[in-house]
């Protein structure tokens, strides 16, 4: 039994040691590929974003509270910002220019759309219902985006399975 263990242990260790040298000579070598860039931007990731497209709008930006919204694509789409964010990004953890108008407490008076009930429930603390906006919530551009009219790059060929009852 202690002959068999010995052995099989032996065995392992050369096993893991040949491994290993065989991965450090590949990691080690410097590979003479060509990447051909392909898809929409036609530029390597690290170019920055000069081949994005340039949202304009007609004369001017849209004025907040003076916008028609779009429609979300399906049923729980977070809504689109109908109005230009110029100025009001980044937003940082000191920083959120989007509270001044979207509290529930400034918003009726503004006539614009209040953050919903949900934006002020810790997912964190089990679902505790807070009094400022939720951490997971704070920072407004991951879930929406400004809308604008634009050629697509891209044609979107998606089609919501429920209509969008009650939405705007």
């Known amino acids: 039994m202690k002959k068999t263990l010995l052995i099989s242990s032996i065995g392992a260790l050369i096993l893991l040691t040949g491994c290993n040298q065989v991965n450090s000579t590949t990691n080690n070598q410097v590979s003479n590929k060509t990447v051909q860039i392909t898809g929409i931007r036609k530029a390597g990731l690290n170019k920055g974003s000069q081949n994005l497209p340039v949202v304009t709008y007609n004369s001017q930006a849209p004025i907040p509270g003076k916008v028609k919204l779009y429609k979300t694509s399906y049923v729980t789409a977070p809504p689109m910002i109908p109005h230009s964010i110029a100025g009001m990004t980044p937003i940082t953890a000191k920083n959120n220019m ?10 009726k008076a503004l006539g614009v759309t209040p953050m919903p009930k949900d934006h002020f429930i810790d997912n964190f603390e089990n679902g505790k219902h807070i009094r ?37």
């Open 98 to 107: 989007c509270l001044n108008c979207h509290m529930p407490q400034n918003a």
């Open 132 to 168: 400022r906006v939720a951490g997971s919530r704070y920072f407004c551009t991951t879930c929406h985006a400004p809308q604008a009219k634009l050629n697509p790059v891209v044609e979107n060929k998606f089609e919501s399975m429920k209509a969008n009852v009650g939405m705007k």
